[in-house]
């Protein structure tokens, strides 16, 4: 009795988790994400708007518009950072769990006034639950590059996001 239970929960949880998919070849997803950023000795906390484009089942083209907050008492140490990333998804988006990671290039313009490029990897995991709308953890290094090469920094983030079809 006891292995034809484990048995059926094993059949149901696989159905579960193949079962899904993130978006079509050719679709747009749009989200945002909440992440906390390893800021010299403190850290700060970066909002971002998201947009995905699918080229392939393997392969998005992602870019966010970011602000990072530095000091939540002063809302003027505001930096605004574009990141562009090419993401292989190894699963292509067709279970519920969704992997994916890849490089990137991003530009900041900082509070101070000075700007710069740096180079990015990006990777997570998104959570299908809902046909369209996706959820997950992700982590993204970025070494900046222009003016200067400098240390990089480190964040870790919770996204979301939905398919929109034109």
Do not use: H
Not at 63 to 81: F, G, N, Q, V, Y
């Amino acid at each position: 009795m006891d292995k034809m239970r484990i048995s059926f929960i094993c059949i149901i949880l696989t159905g579960l988790l193949t079962t899904a998919s993130a978006g079509e070849v050719g679709n747009w997803d749009f989200g945002g994400k909440v992440s906390l950023v390893k800021i010299d000795s403190g850290y700060g906390v970066k909002a971002a708007l998201i947009a995905e484009y699918r080229i392939m089942a393997m392969l998005t083209w992602r870019s966010d518009l970011e602000m990072l907050l530095r000091d939540a008492a002063d809302l003027a140490k505001t930096d605004i950072s574009i990141p562009s990333n090419l993401l292989y998804y190894p699963l292509q988006s067709q279970f519920r769990f969704d992997p994916y990671i890849g490089p990137g290039l991003t530009f900041t313009y900082t509070y101070t006034g000075s700007a710069g490029l740096g180079a990015n990897i990006l990777g997570g995991i998104n959570f299908l639950v809902v046909k369209g709308k996706k959820f997950g953890i992700e982590s993204k290094y970025t070494v900046p590059l222009i003016p200067k090469i400098k240390t990089g920094t480190f964040e870790i983030g919770l996204t979301g996001a939905w398919e929109i079809q034109f």
